[in-house]
C-alpha cells in the first residue's frame, strides 16, 4: 500500500472550474473520504488520481513519487465505480480473477488470490455464479473483490454503494469497514452522503466548487466546522445558524439575533462586536426550568424518528430544532425553556469560524 498526495490540482473544463489548487495528504493505510455535494468535483479528482483525465496543473504522488506521466494501467491503482461493470457472462469467480489473468499471473497465485479474497467477502458459495444470479449487495462485494485481488498501492472507490438500498447499505458499509481493518489499504472513497463519510473516514475532505474547505477526522470536522458551509453540511438535523450581531454587554458577548439575545457568557471571542453568524447544534440544545434559561421557544411540530424526537420550535423570528427524549411530553403549542452551553456555540465571522 501506499501513501498518496495531492499538491494544487487544478483542473478546467472549459469555462468550469472543477478542482481549484486541491492539496490532500492521506497516509499509507488511511481511509480517506471525499464529501461534498453534486458537482463539486469528487469525481474529477478521483480520475486525476486514476490517470483517466490529466490534470491541467499539479501532481499526484505515491509514496512520494509523480505518477503523472504514468498510464492508469502502470499507477497500480484499483477502482471500484458505483456500476459494478461485472462482464456479465463471466462467474464470479472468473470476473475476479480476470484482471490477473490479463497481467499474466500464475494460476496457483490466482487461485490463492480469489480463494483469499472470496473469504475475506464472503462470497465463497457465489463463486460458480453468474452477475445476473446475485443480488446487489452480492454484485458490489464482487466488483471491490475484483479490485481487492490485484492488491493494488491504492483503491478508489466512488459512490460505491449508491445503488443498494439503505439497508443493505448499512451492512455493506461496515464489511467495507471491517474489511479496511483487516487488510490496511489506502482508500480513497468519494460519496455525498455524509453519514457515510462519518462512518467509514478516518479522514474526510469537504468539498465544495472545486474547493478544499476542510480537512480532519470526522469528530474534528463536526465538532470544529472551519466555516459555515461545513456546519450546515455536516449534521443531522441540520444545525441551527442565525444571523446577527455580536454585542458587549458589562464586558460579556452576547449574540443579538432577530428577536432573541444569548449570553455567550465568558466565551473568549477575538472579535469585539459586529455582524457574526452562530451555529447550534439541535442536540446541543437543553430545556428545562432553570432560572438561568432566559431563552424561550414555542414548539410548533414534533418529528419522531425512533430513539428521539426532534423540536421544531421558534425563536424569536427565527426557526430553532432541537432533539428531546423519545418520552417528552412537549406538544406543539407549549412554550419552553431552552438552554445552550455557550462553550457549544459555533460562532463564525463572515463565513469562518472564529
Ligand atoms: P457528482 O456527485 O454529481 O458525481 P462530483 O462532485 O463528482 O459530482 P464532478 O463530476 O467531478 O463532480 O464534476 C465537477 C464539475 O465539473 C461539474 O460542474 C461538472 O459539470 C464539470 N464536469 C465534469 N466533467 C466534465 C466534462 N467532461 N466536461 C465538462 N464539464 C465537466
Not at 459512490?159 to 489506502?186: C, Y
Request: glycine fraction near 10%; hydrophobic fraction near 40%.
Amino acid at each position: 500500500m501506499a501513501s498518496l498526495t495531492l499538491k494544487a490540482i487544478t483542473k478546467r473544463f472549459g469555462k468550469v472550474m472543477a478542482l481549484s489548487r486541491v492539496d490532500i495528504e492521506v497516509k499509507d493505510g488511511e481511509f480517506c473520504v471525499l464529501l461534498g455535494p453534486s458537482g463539486c468535483g469528487k469525481s474529477t479528482l478521483l480520475n486525476i488520481i486514476a490517470g483517466l483525465i490529466p490534470q491541467d496543473q499539479g501532481t499526484v504522488l505515491l509514496d512520494g513519487q509523480s505518477v503523472d506521466s504514468l498510464a492508469p494501467r502502470d499507477r497500480d491503482i484499483a477502482m471500484v465505480f458505483q456500476s459494478y461493470a461485472l462482464y456479465p457472462h463471466m462467474s464470479v469467480s472468473q470476473n475476479l480473477s480476470f484482471g490477473l489473468r490479463m497481467r499474466g499471473t500464475p494460476k496457483p497465485t490466482i487461485r490463492e488470490s480469489v480463494q483469499w479474497v472470496a473469504r475475506l467477502l464472503g462470497i465463497e458459495d457465489l463463486l460458480d455464479r453468474k452477475p445476473r444470479e446475485l443480488s446487489g449487495g452480492q454484485r458490489q462485494r464482487v466488483a471491490m473483490g475484483r479490485a481487492l485481488v490485484r492488491r493494488p498501492k491504492l483503491f478508489l472507490l466512488d459512490e460505491p454503494l449508491s445503488n443498494l438500498d439503505a439497508r443493505l447499505r448499512a451492512n455493506v458499509r461496515l464489511e467495507l469497514k471491517q474489511m479496511h481493518h483487516q487488510i490496511q489499504g489506502t482508500m480513497i472513497y468519494v460519496t455525498h452522503d455524509q453519514v457515510e463519510a462519518m462512518t467509514l473516514g478516518d479522514k474526510v475532505v469537504v468539498m465544495r466548487d472545486g474547493k478544499v474547505h476542510q480537512i480532519g477526522p470526522p469528530e474534528a470536522i463536526y465538532s470544529y466546522p472551519s466555516n459555515t458551509f461545513v456546519a450546515t453540511f455536516i449534521g443531522s438535523p441540520e444545525i441551527n445558524l442565525y444571523r446577527g450581531m455580536l454585542v458587549r454587554k458589562d464586558g460579556l458577548p452576547h449574540f443579538q439575533g432577530a428577536g432573541f439575545s444569548l449570553n455567550l457568557g465568558r466565551l473568549q471571542i477575538d472579535l469585539k462586536e459586529g455582524e457574526v453568524e452562530v451555529g447550534i447544534r439541535p442536540e446541543d440544545i437543553g430545556t428545562g426550568q432553570a432560572e438561568s434559561m432566559d431563552l424561550r421557544a414555542k414548539v410548533e411540530m414534533i418529528s419522531y424518528v425512533g430513539s428521539e424526537k426532534y423540536i421544531h420550535a421558534r425563536l424569536g423570528d427565527e426557526a430553532l430544532t432541537f432533539c428531546a427524549p423519545k418520552d417528552t411530553a412537549l406538544q406543539p403549542g407549549n412554550v419552553v425553556h431552552v438552554a445552550v452551553d455557550p462553550g457549544r456555540v459555533h460562532i463564525f465571522h463572515k463565513g469562518r469560524r472564529i
